[in-house]
């Protein structure tokens, strides 16, 4: 077997025992030093992922696409792309890995480890989808979201370019897992929490442990506060808010990883807004008596058309479907 086929066999070896999941820190460490022991084994690595990847996406064309938007698109990685010559080896594959997963790390992460690290991971309406990152730590992205990470042994970042994302994050007390959103940066050593944004807003929720919220101004902190489990944070451009301590309102603020989103006296028209962020077909109050009504309860954010239902049989409001929207009326 040549040097490259061996690579092969041996980036094989790795995409599968990644595939499981975030890999544990001695096998981490191992995965580092291989990946930089040659730059053969980084385009190795790099050439089976991509092929990985795209069969990926390839095989999610096949599926409903509404069934793709309601389910959890955290998907192992597909193993029936692997060519042939990989495939025949496979057993010398899991014994390459079980030999290296023992060898200590003798090399950092240099910048092609970097490049491996960087991901982007995104969901479409009604979208949510469950990823584990390398260091242990798992992210859910809610529907509509887009985040950039970059996870390696110096650095631990993500930015969340738009929507919403809980965190749970493992703990590394000499490295911090920042988080970047718009002129805002969380910053934490191991906790669960989510973060949400709309544009210039940020809404930060911790459900466990604290945070630290930074506002930026060149990238320097121009002021902090500190967040813990049971507060909720709100920015926008100078000012943040962050509420009285309230472990109901977090569980409801994050309703959404069930799927279902809880409401308390909040006016319909704020309740439309919320419902509209998972479906196609908007739910439209067509006046403003009609946006002004307030609602308690917890309903499936999948489903408005039970929601309007609901408000018929209740309110006695007047329910109009289109194709694209759901019309309440008086």
Do not use: C
Request: net charge neutral; charged share 25%.
């Amino acid at each position: 077997m040549s040097r490259a086929e061996q690579a092969g066999v041996e980036a094989a070896a790795w995409l599968i025992a990644q595939g499981d999941g975030p890999l544990p820190p001695e096998s981490q460490a191992a995965f580092d030093a291989w990946f930089n022991a040659s730059e053969g084994n980084k385009v190795a690595y790099w050439r089976l992922e991509f092929g990985w990847e795209e069969a990926d996406r390839v095989g999610a064309l096949g599926h409903d696409p509404a069934a793709l938007v309601h389910e959890s698109r955290y998907l192992p990685r597909k193993r029936w792309w692997i060519p042939a010559t990989i495939a025949a080896s496979i057993t010398l594959a899991f014994g390459v890995h079980q030999v290296a997963i023992q060898q200590p790390a003798t090399a950092p992460l240099q910048s092609g480890a970097a490049r491996f690290a960087a991901r982007s991971y995104s969901t479409a309406v009604g979208g949510s989808r469950l990823v584990g990152l390398p260091d242990g730590s798992r992210i859910q992205l809610n529907t509509q979201s887009k985040v950039r990470t970059q996870i390696t042994a110096a650095r631990r970042e993500v930015w969340l370019d738009r929507g919403e994302v809980f965190f749970e994050i493992a703990h590394r007390e000499d490295k911090p897992f920042i988080v970047h959103a718009g002129d805002r940066q969380i910053t934490v050593l191991g906790t669960k929490f989510s973060v949400r944004r709309d544009g210039a807003k940020v809404v930060v929720t911790v459900l466990e442990g604290r945070v630290q919220l930074d506002e930026l101004e060149d990238s320097r902190p121009t002021g902090s506060s500190i967040i813990v489990g049971g507060d909720i944070a709100m920015a926008a451009g100078p000012a943040t808010l962050v509420t009285a301590r309230s472990e109901e309102k977090v569980e409801s603020a994050l309703a959404w990883r069930k799927g279902m989103l809880t409401f308390d006296q909040e006016p319909l028209l704020a309740i439309a807004a919320e419902f509209n962020r998972y479906n196609t077909r908007k739910l439209v109050p067509d006046a403003q008596s009609v946006g002004a009504i307030r609602i308690t309860g917890t309903f499936p954010s999948n489903n408005p058309d039970a929601f309007a239902r609901l408000l018929h049989d209740a309110y006695g409001l007047g329910i109009e479907d289109t194709e694209r929207e759901i019309r309440v009326f008086r």
